[in-house]
């Protein structure tokens, strides 16, 4: 009877083994499931934020889909002649060439030391855009026009075109 007792005893024991190895075979097998999952998760919401981020910094046009006006509204003779030209030189299609004080519309008036102003309506915010990234420090305005056209207004702050175009984000 004593071999009986023995016997169920390390049957027992050996059930419960078997049961614990069972138990800790699962454990691990659903934490690797996990964690192989998480990777994905992790991933994809990577992907999602970047995704995000492209579409907070819309395309501008080209130069050459944008017309420019460019306005003087400094002391310095022959200034928005030569910002007309640089422009040209980059691809911008520039209209009126003069000076700020006579020429620029309505809210293009002249600054007051700074270096320049850019005017435009509602359909030219992206050509905006694009013009800012080639006029260091512009201060953007809007007016009440219907087309995409925008003013370049210099101020007495005003130094160059830049010789290439800032990022389009930063």
Not at 34 to 49: H, I, K, N, Q, T
Not at 81 to 88: E, G, K
Request: glycine letters at 10%.
């Amino acid at each position: 009877m004593a071999d009986e007792t023995l016997d169920l005893a390390q049957a027992g024991q050996s059930r419960r083994r078997r049961t614990l190895i069972a138990v800790g075979l699962i454990v691990l097998v659903a934490f690797w499931v996990f964690w192989y999952l998480r990777s994905y998760w992790v991933e994809d919401g990577a992907a999602g934020r970047s995704a995000a981020a492209e579409q907070t910094c819309p395309p501008a046009p080209a130069p050459a889909k944008v017309r420019i006006n460019v306005y003087n509204a400094t002391a310095q003779a022959g200034l928005a002649a030569t910002v007309a030209q640089d422009l040209r030189e980059h691809g911008f299609q520039v209209g009126t060439v003069g000076n700020a004080s006579t020429a620029a519309r309505g809210e293009a008036s002249a600054p007051t030391g700074g270096p320049a102003i850019l005017v435009h309506g509602s359909a030219g915010t992206d050509a905006a855009r694009t013009v800012a990234r080639w006029v260091a420090d512009g201060t953007r305005r809007t007016d009440g026009r219907s087309d995409s056209t925008v003013d370049l207004v210099l101020g007495e702050g005003f130094t160059r075109v830049r010789s290439a175009p800032a990022p389009l984000c930063p």
